[in-house]
């Protein structure tokens, strides 16, 4: 039997619906704070261990997809990027070069491609 290694790129935490709801808010505070609000918004939508953050451009509500956040705590997310060339998520690196952090620094780390 393989010893138990931590990986941040599998496995993770259920988000509970609470936890949801704080996550949306969070999301919603750091893309009003942004220069490039309102005319580009963040939205979060939920599946087990996952949080997508999606772009919506108001102009014409077209939605893109940014980035997957894999939960393991309030404070501890690994990130995959989403790539327009192959159309899927491809796990990265925050812009500390760490493979995990929270959620504040996988925004500021996904920020330039939000336009």
Not at 42 to 53: D, E, G, N, P, T
Not at 83 to 89: D, L, P
Request: net charge neutral; aromatic share 16%.
């Amino acid at each position: 039997m393989a010893p138990w290694v931590y990986t941040p790129h599998s496995g993770g935490k259920k988000i509970p619906p609470n936890r949801q709801e704080m996550l949306r808010k969070k999301i919603a505070s750091y893309s009003c704070e942004r220069p490039w609000y309102p005319e580009h918004q963040l939205v979060a939508r939920f599946k087990s261990q996952f949080c997508y953050i999606d772009t919506t451009d108001t102009d014409d509500n077209r939605t893109f997809p940014l980035c997957r956040l894999r939960y393991f705590s309030d404070d501890n997310f690994s990130m995959a990027l989403f790539t327009y060339s192959n159309e899927r998520y491809e796990r990265c690196f925050f812009s500390n070069g760490q493979e995990s952090g929270t959620l504040v620094e996988a925004l500021e780390t996904c920020e330039p491609f939000i336009f």
